[in-house]
Every structure is written in C-alpha cells, then in structure tokens.
C-alpha cells in the first residue's frame, strides 16, 4: 500500500527585526518648554503619591504636558519596540496596505499610508503609522500585519506593561488632584474594558526644506489630541512643539529615559476644561536632523464604550464653580468616550486632502472642540 501524500507547507518567513538606536540629538540651540519630570519611581513610598500629585498639578491644569521618568520600562523593551515599529516601515506597501485603518467608520487599527494631500500645495503629508489594539479578547479578530502576528506577545506585553506602570499610576495622580477615590479615573479607562486604545508606530519620512516649507506654508499642523492621555517615548529628532499658556511655541525637548505625556479632549471634557488639552504641533526639524526619519513610539489612552462623557463629580470642580447643576444631573444624555473619539476620527482623517479649518470647531452630541491649523 502507496503511503499517504502528505501536504507540506513551506514555513512562514519571519521579517527581520534590525535592531534600532537613537540618532545623536540636535547640536543646535533650541527654545525648549520647561516641562516638570514626574519621578513615578516615587510612587509607592509612604506620602509619594500626594507629593507626586502636587508636582503634576500645574503640569494638568495649565501646560497640558509633562516628562515621566523612574516609569520602570526596561530601554531594551524600548529600542525594542522601535525596531519593530522601523522594520514594518520597510515593509512592502502591499503587506502595508493589507490592513488600513478604516477611517469612513472612524476607527483608527491599522494602517495608515501617507497618502493625503496638504491642499493643493502638490505635497502629500509624510506620516505613515501603524496602530495596534490593546490585547484584550473583544480585539482578538481585529486583523494584523505579519510583524505584529510574529512578535505579538511582546507587544501585547509591552502594552500592559505600559498601562499598569504609567497611565494607571497618571490617572490615580489625577484623581487625586480632583479629590475623587484613587481609581475613579483608573476605572473610567479600564484595560480590560472595551476602548479604543493603542500602541502607535509612527514616522515622519524625510522632505526637503521645499517640501517642508510648502506644506508648512499650507497648515502648520497646530492640533489637540482625541482620547484622554498621549505617552510619546524619546527619539532625539527634535520636531514636537506646544502652545503655551502664555500663546508662544517652544520644542519639547527629548529626555533619555523619559515618555513625553499630555492630556487630550476627553479628559478636558470629563473635567470641564479644568484639565488641559494643550495645542501641539510637529514642524520642520532642525536643520542637522532634515535627513533623519522621524520613528515614533506612542500609546493612546481613549475613554470606552462604559465612560459616559458626563463631567466627573469632583469637589475641587464644585468649589471652583466649574459644575453646573446640569453637571451634576447623572442622566444628562452624553455620548460615549468611543462614540466621541470615533466621530472626531471620522471628521478629522476620512479625507484625501487635508483642508485648512482655522476658525472652525468639531461638535458631536454637545461635546465641542476648536480646530487649531494656524
């Protein structure tokens, strides 16, 4: 008797995953923002959270951005995420395009290509990105590119490793600052509960100054974040700027070790504007670094689909007179964290011209935001 045919199925090449440093920082002189570092190293030493709490206080309420370091995320984990973020740039746009973000339905896993126009400049944006959920079964069949498939429990490590060490520890500070129990904001923007937060592997690709000068001229990109918070690693290619309170633009300086954090709409609408949503910007880098691509490392904290927009019923809000009686009223109608952030996404990204909208604003279900371009 012949032996059975077996069917033999040649092995899945695995992408390779060179690993990736940071270029050397800008050797030119720069006006950067004093933002306060926030040691969470501190965090569980007797009293360390009230002092922390009152080091994040002015950085909330009136900057919208900080620096947190001590966060205990090993660097290797680090550059090891980059690596992983740059090798799927080097991918071919094929596999790249296997699964973009579905931005007519305002959901942002996925692939997004750097295809959009800036006007009718005749340049097109330079941001590509790739979105990864956090790892909890409602997304097990959200789809995903073969790098994230191969390397997916390391990223998925990373991810709560990221929550539990920085954002959980973040939101309890806040709520501090609000006098609300310790895990109201915690809970309001639970890992395990249905949201839409991620890990974002960004780049800016190189331009020339023409290019750069031209989109520039176009919109200088000036903008607030959707969810609730924005962690951003250090890359050293300088290029971020934040509004201050004061109205002027100052570069964020990249600090070894540290994540750039900053408050976005949805907590700014929990807390009635008593949180900040600063405007931030990426422009042109300085001129020692216009050759070097941009990688980028973020996590998108979003409230869910179990966080009424309703405004959180702080005593600090209530003193301030910042709660109006329709505040206080729990069955005032308010859409969702995600209905919200979707919408926002829908309005800002389903398009394949980037218009300019300077004196505008987004509104949805009574929730209003500015548009900032200038």
């Not at 060179?18 to 569980?44: C, H, M, Y």
């Amino acid at each position: 008797m012949a032996p059975s045919a077996i069917e033999e199925h040649p092995p899945i090449q695995r992408v390779p995953v060179k690993a990736w440093n940071r270029p050397a920082p800008t050797g030119e002189k720069l006006d950067w923002a004093p933002l306060v570092q926030i040691d969470l190293s501190r965090f569980d030493e007797p009293g360390g959270k009230q002092e922390l709490a009152k080091q994040l206080y002015d950085a909330v309420t009136r900057v919208g951005f900080w620096v947190v370091v001590g966060h205990g995320l090993d660097e290797d984990r680090v550059l090891r995420q980059f690596s992983l973020g740059n090798a799927f740039f080097k991918e071919p746009l094929e596999e790249k395009r296997s699964f973009p973000c579905n931005f007519a339905e305002g959901e942002y896993f996925g692939y997004r290509e750097n295809s959009r126009w800036v006007g009718d400049t005749g340049v097109k944006e330079n941001i590509e990105m790739l979105n990864v959920p956090k790892a909890i079964p409602a997304w097990d069949g959200v789809p995903k590119h073969r790098i994230v498939r191969q390397n997916y429990d390391e990223i998925a490590s990373f991810h709560r490793d990221l929550f539990d060490n920085v954002i959980r520890k973040l939101f309890v500070l806040m709520a501090i600052i609000l006098e609300l129990p310790e895990d109201y904001l915690v809970n309001a923007h639970a890992y395990d509960q249905l949201s839409d937060d991620h890990l974002r592997y960004m780049i800016y690709n190189t331009r020339t100054q023409e290019e750069w000068d031209k989109a520039q001229g176009y919109s200088k990109g000036g903008h607030t974040d959707f969810g609730s918070l924005t962690l951003l690693f250090s890359q050293h290619v300088a290029g971020l700027q934040i509004r201050t309170p004061e109205g002027e633009w100052k570069w964020v300086k990249p600090v070894d070790g540290g994540i750039t954090c900053n408050a976005a709409d949805t907590l700014s609408f929990l807390t009635n504007g008593f949180i900040k949503s600063t405007i931030h910007r990426v422009v042109t880098p300085p001129k020692d670094q216009l050759d070097i691509a941009r990688l980028g490392l973020l996590y998108f904290c979003r409230p869910g689909d179990h966080t009424i927009m309703r405004t959180v019923p702080s005593p600090v809000l209530d003193r301030l007179g910042m709660l109006s009686e329709e505040d206080k009223n729990p069955s005032k109608p308010a859409p969702t964290g995600t209905e919200y952030v979707r919408a926002r996404v829908k309005d800002v990204h389903h398009k394949t011209v980037l218009d300019r909208r300077e004196n505008t604003s987004f509104e949805f279900k009574g929730l209003k935001v500015q548009n900032y371009y200038a």
